[in-house]
């Protein structure tokens, strides 16, 4: 007992020496005026404490030794900051957190609990947000604050729908902030997330269950209004010579002005193909054909990039070796179906997933036609034919003998909903021949 009070009578004079010092003119240890700054209930100092700027500090805060509040900063439970605050290098902030009026925050970010953090974030100066952010519970960021893309106050299922065991593996599509944008029920965590472009063209291969060519014309002709066609096929027949100067044979000049009277209507089209004389002449005799005429000699074709298999390439030396054993249709189609050829080759699907997003949708939004038409070569088609059908089709050359046939492909409807419908296309009576 009497060591108690005696500890409680130190403790007394020690406060009266504290703020002896601290009322008086000579230099204090707080390099601060106090009169913005607030301290409530248990707050424990021991030693200097140099605090920049107005601080309001509310509940338990224990401070010990030198404190300044420069660099890192760790926060945790309550704090209420005001005023102009420039925090660099490492921030660490646990629990509720109010800040108001101009924040800059540098480096990085560690915030836990009271944040949920969807997609990419990326703060630089006057808190920057890019892409995605819900934001729950206490947290609150008032002025100077440049918000790019969607924040999102409310939980997914908002715009989406409930994530549940019933619909996991299912993809949906939502506008945000006027982008259409894709989101996955994962299979594992049963939460909604960001689809990648390979989940999206995967998950739409899947619902298009592509198993045999389809007639080219009869896909044009059930494009509903609104919705865009994007169309890829091989060029129309060549001689033996596969060099890019080598022109369509007479034979293929009747296919491609055969095949554009079939494709004949009101839709409007715009074509693109490799910069090779007989893809060129593919995309203007299908055009004489709709029109029914013999030819159109003005006829604008873009000349379009990644039209050849070195899309898939990886190591041009590696195929190259590979090519003094193998044919290019056994190697490709090895690959397409096996995975062979894995030191050669990219991914398969990522490749192709690739391919249809970053040349065949941008293709046809430019166009801004109902429909987009591409003629290319059988050695870029054929993984991608293989691709679409989720390798129900055979083209395996190693194997059957099957290849493409002129004038076969593959297409796409995009519909208004932003879904996607995949088929496999033919030109000719058949998508496939054997050699």
Aim: charged letters at 25%; proline letters at 1%; glycine letters at 4%.
């Amino acid at each position: 007992m009497r060591k108690r009070k005696l500890t409680q009578a130190l403790l007394s004079l020690s406060f009266l020496i504290l703020f002896d010092s601290c009322s008086g003119d000579s230099e204090a240890s707080v390099s601060t005026d106090v009169s913005d700054e607030v301290v409530r209930d248990s707050v424990v100092v021991h030693d200097s404490v140099n605090v920049i700027d107005s601080v309001h500090i509310i509940d338990s805060l224990d401070v010990k030794d030198s404190v300044s509040i420069k660099d890192s900063l760790i926060v945790k439970d309550s704090v209420r900051i005001k005023d102009s605050v420039v925090v660099k290098d490492s921030v660490r902030i646990k629990d509720s957190v109010v800040v108001k009026d101009s924040v800059r925050i540098i480096d990085s970010v560690n915030v836990k609990d009271s944040v949920r953090i969807i997609d990419s974030v990326n703060v630089k100066d006057s808190v920057r947000i890019i892409d995605s952010v819900k934001v729950r519970d206490s947290v609150h960021v008032v002025d100077s604050v440049n918000v790019k893309d969607s924040v999102a106050v409310r939980d997914p299922e908002y715009f989406l729908g409930k994530c549940s065991q019933e619909n996991k593996g299912t993809l949906k599509s939502t506008v945000i902030q006027e982008e259409l944008r894709y989101f996955f029920c994962d299979e594992g965590t049963v939460m909604w997330r960001a689809a990648s472009n390979v989940d999206v063209n995967n998950y739409y291969v899947q619902k298009s269950a592509v198993t045999k060519f389809v007639r080219l014309d009869s896909v044009a002709g059930i494009l509903a209004e609104g919705e865009r066609l994007v169309v890829v096929i091989r060029h129309a027949e060549r001689n033996s010579d596969s060099s890019s100067s080598t022109p369509l044979n007479a034979n293929g000049v009747q296919q491609a002005l055969e095949l554009g009277g079939k494709l004949a209507s009101s839709l409007e089209y715009h074509y693109g193909a490799s910069g090779s004389i007989r893809t060129q002449q593919t995309c203007r005799y299908i055009a004489a054909g709709r029109a029914g005429v013999d030819t159109i000699a003005d006829l604008t074709v873009d000349t379009l990039s990644h039209m050849g298999e070195s899309w898939y390439v990886k190591d041009a030396a590696a195929y190259n070796t590979a090519k003094n054993s193998n044919s290019s249709w056994d190697i490709l189609s090895k690959w397409a179906y096996k995975n062979s050829y894995s030191d050669v080759f990219y991914d398969f699907e990522p490749r192709c997933s690739e391919w249809i997003d970053s040349v065949a949708i941008p293709f046809a939004e430019r166009a801004g036609t109902d429909v987009a038409f591409i003629a290319t070569h059988d050695l870029l088609i054929m993984p991608l034919v293989v691709y679409v059908s989720a390798k129900n089709i055979d083209i395996k050359h190693y194997e059957s003998n099957k290849w493409l046939n002129y004038l076969a492909g593959f297409a796409i409807v995009l519909k208004l909903d932003g879904s996607r419908v995949f088929y496999a296309v033919k030109g000719l009576d058949a998508g496939r021949i054997s050699s």
